[in-house]
């Protein structure tokens, strides 16, 4: 019922900085939170940000004070502003869209973007 199509990934030199953007359609639900994980080649899918519903903002220790998490409501959309970006940085960025229950999360994903930061 939700679809996020996601934009802005590349190749950037380490130092540079590079903004995402993932676009929510379909049948949205006002009450929602929407954030930005990633996945490097053998790592597991971790956590960059948060940004629900109420305001509340998490940020991965690693990115916090390079890293901002935006949403604009009226548009259905969630972007990513990367600063100060290094080499491990490098992964596939994914967009979620979720909504929260008493005891579960229903998650919906983005198709990835990947981010590249290299000399």
């Known amino acids: 019922q939700v679809q996020l199509v996601e934009s802005g990934g590349g190749l950037v030199q380490p130092g540079g900085s590079l903004t995402l953007s993932c676009a929510a359609s379909?049948?949205?639900?006002?009450?929602?939170?929407m954030g930005w994980y990633r996945q490097a080649p053998g790592k597991e899918r971790e956590l960059v940000a948060i940004?629900?519903?109420?305001?509340?903002?998490n940020y991965a220790d690693s990115v916090k004070g390079r890293f901002t998490i935006s949403r604009d409501n009226a548009k259905n959309t969630v972007y990513l502003q990367m600063n100060s970006l290094k080499p491990e940085d490098t992964a596939v960025y994914y967009c979620?869209?979720?909504?929260?229950?008493?005891?579960?999360?229903?998650?919906?994903w983005g198709q990835g973007t990947q981010v590249t930061v290299s000399s």
């Open positions: 979620v869209y979720r909504l929260m229950g008493a005891t579960m999360e229903y998650d919906t």
């Open positions: 379909g049948s949205i639900f006002s009450i929602n939170s």
């Open positions: 940004n629900t519903y109420g305001g509340r903002i």
